[in-house]
């Protein structure tokens, strides 16, 4: 029974192909006994789906709502169009009717509960309730329970089906009557129409010369980004530095994007910057209202969870040790990504403005918190917290707050290291709130942020703290040893056991981490930090383009193949994932920074040009080649092969395929 979005039922394709994340959708399911279509369209508080099946086999389609509250109730009706009713708080009456082309097609039987429900077991529910049944067909597996009762908080429908077919469901509240029949028909067409053509005036793909199958991914791209979006509602499970035992956080209601919904089907902060790159360009009311959305599950202090893991069913698909989120770890700030962007949109500032000015006292509270709380030893430094400086059974121990996870940094933890890329965010930050101070603001804040953005800005600052003249890079900075290594340690006692731990081969010193050049390296880059006429933009495009460093025929890997980290375990348990492979968010973020410095006249502008170009043919035909191939964008491509590999699909930030091919870089 598919009841979770799991990448591990490998069905051979599944997707939105066309819809706005607001009022309607069209989405094809292929599974392994034939295909399912979707379509659905809202009126007011109602809506309607259509379900057509061509499968070689029976099926059978669960239909299920329950109520979270104890006050709303369900009745089952006797017949199909009337399968059953309610009443509940927030829309008052409600009734939902199945409408089959073939009656007799159809064998329904429903189930109504009113006992405890746990709603991460609701498929459970439902197994405990199905038996094997007689039919005028023989055994069918039907819905059937001991203990009938006459209401209840949920309600599921089960329909049989032994040919292929089509229905249609109507759910309706006294407000609004759906939609049905051709009235339907009319509606979704209207709606797709109207898609398309925001769709086209919002990226302008026609006159580009692009495939067939490119154009097809640009808008499964965009629909699956809105298609995913959802709402949660809980609480967060949250650890104070120091304490032994977590805490409830909240309650709170979050509107997000996600990553992908077969397995990150829940907020991340760092994500839904990237996310709301693409939102905006569609929806931009849509986009702010997630941005606010997030902002407002921020603490007194300033802090924002780095996973939004609200309520049991999203508890449910997450790792134990994953859940607890701890107060003092931050996570990229790239939401101020996002609205530099906006502050740069005329027209979304005139329509908008209000809501930004609500936006920046929460995100100078952020901003505070992230100053405060990530702060380095030297002046202007910034520190990842989070890292386990006393493991031995990681290579280098992971950075999770940075986004990069177990992109490598400095060997051996300490309070002396400080690290890039948050003084690029950091440098990104202030100079969104001097752009906010400057334009609802009274004078108190407008020297303070004008004075904090420049000094973050400063590149001779930058250069003498993170910039290295003997590998002409900039570099993260502190203990470090240049030779460690996982080996396998005999079990004292246990004889042929063994377990795998870091060995330390050269002794750890305070330094630039400069066997490692990756992404974190690009920031200066990607936050256009370095003055266009300046030589370290020269040098850092020179490693940009080396296949030997970065560069790869399907986009720009994570990490060199120079580095002793390349490709390597971090643990007996854990392969590499930001050691290589290629990922779509941080190049968009390369190929921005490289069209700005493409408009800039300066010894530099051919080269950044060039590398433009090349590299957004790299992503643009490799992306489309795996989607051709496998029907899915994915969570990263291997920089050997091009191959999409992770999760899947994964219409988070490689959705951002279709900014790159829209060329619109928010310069």
């Not at 706005?20 to 109602?46: A, K």
């Not at 979006?229 to 956080?249: D, E, H, L």
């Not at 383009?545 to 580095?563: A, F, I």
Request: hydrophobic share 35%; with cysteine; net charge neutral.
């Amino acid at each position: 029974m598919r009841h979770w979005c799991d990448q591990g039922d490998d069905l051979r394709g599944y997707g939105w192909y066309s819809a706005d994340g607001r009022t309607f959708g069209r989405q094809n399911v292929s599974e392994h006994y034939g295909t399912l279509s979707f379509d659905w369209i809202n009126h007011g508080e109602s809506w309607t789906a259509k379900i057509r099946a061509n499968t070689k086999t029976r099926y059978t389609i669960i239909l299920y709502l329950v109520a979270q509250d104890r006050q709303s109730k369900f009745r089952i009706g006797r017949h199909l169009r009337d399968i059953f009713s309610g009443k509940t708080e927030l829309l008052g009456d409600i009734r939902l009717g199945v409408n089959v082309k073939n009656e007799k097609q159809v064998l329904h039987t429903t189930l109504l509960w009113d006992d405890q429900l746990q709603l991460d077991h609701l498929n459970d529910l439902i197994f405990m309730n199905t038996r094997a049944l007689e039919s005028d067909r023989g055994l069918v597996y039907q819905l059937e329970q001991e203990k009938p009762f006459n209401e209840g908080r949920f309600v599921a429908v089960q329909l049989n089906f032994w040919a292929p077919s089509e229905l249609q469901i109507a759910f309706s509240t006294n407000h609004h009557g759906a939609k049905v029949g051709a009235e339907f028909e009319k509606e979704l067409a209207k709606r797709e129409q109207e898609f398309n053509d925001h769709f086209e005036k919002s990226f302008n793909l026609k006159d580009k010369n692009f495939s067939a199958v490119e154009q097809r991914m640009a808008k499964v791209a965009l629909s699956n980004m809105l298609g995913g979006i959802g709402y949660w509602y809980g609480f967060n499970q949250v650890q104070m530095p120091g304490a032994s035992m977590t805490v409830p956080y909240g309650p709170h209601e979050l509107l997000s994007a996600v990553p992908s919904r077969s397995f990150f089907p829940r907020g991340f902060l760092w994500d839904e910057g990237f996310h709301n790159i693409l939102i905006r360009k569609f929806d931009p009311e849509l986009s702010l209202e997630i941005i606010v959305s997030w902002l407002n599950t921020m603490s007194e202090n300033g802090w924002i969870p780095r996973e939004m893991i609200l309520g049991v069913e999203a508890e449910a698909r997450v790792p134990s040790e994953f859940i607890v989120q701890r107060t003092n770890v931050a996570n990229p700030p790239s939401i101020f990504y996002i609205v530099d962007q906006m502050l740069d949109d005329e027209k979304l500032l005139e329509k908008h403005g209000p809501i930004l000015a609500s936006m920046y006292p929460r995100l100078e509270r952020w901003y505070k918190w992230l100053q405060r709380s990530q702060a380095g030893k030297k002046k202007r430094t910034f520190r990842w917290r989070g890292r386990n400086a006393t493991t031995v059974q990681e290579l280098n121990p992971k950075t999770l707050a940075s986004g990069l996870d177990d992109y490598p940094r400095a060997s051996h933890p300490s309070k002396e290291e400080y690290h890039l890329d948050l003084r690029c965010w950091m440098a990104l930050g202030s100079r969104v709130m001097n752009r906010l101070a400057h334009l609802y603001e009274e004078d108190k804040n407008k020297n303070k942020y004008t004075q904090e953005s420049s000094a973050l800005a400063d590149f001779e600052d930058l250069k003498q703290l993170h910039w290295s003249e003997s590998s002409k890079a900039f570099f993260d900075y502190g203990m470090h040893s240049d030779k460690v290594r996982l080996i396998k340690k005999p079990v004292k006692g246990a004889p042929g056991q063994y377990v795998v731990e870091r060995s330390v081969v050269n002794k750890p010193r305070l330094g630039f981490v400069e066997d490692v050049f990756g992404y974190n390296n690009l920031f200066p880059l990607m936050l256009r930090l370095i003055p266009h006429e300046a030589e370290q933009l020269g040098h850092t495009l020179d490693k940009l383009v080396d296949p030997e460093l970065l560069w790869t025929n399907y986009g720009l890997r994570s990490l060199s193949r120079k580095s002793p980290y390349y490709a390597s375990r971090n643990t007996e348990h854990d392969p590499p994932y930001w050691r290589g492979y290629i990922w779509i968010n941080a190049n968009y973020m390369v190929l921005s920074a490289l069209k700005h410095y493409g408009s800039l006249t300066g010894p530099y502008q051919s080269k950044a040009q060039n590398a433009f170009t090349a590299l957004k043919k790299n992503l643009v035909t490799n992306m489309a080649k795996e989607f051709n191939r496998t029907g899915y964008l994915w969570e990263n491509y291997d920089d050997k092969s091009g191959q999409g590999r992770g999760s899947h699909p994964f219409n988070g930030w490689s959705s951002l395929i279709l900014m790159i091919m829209s060329d619109n870089m928010d310069v």
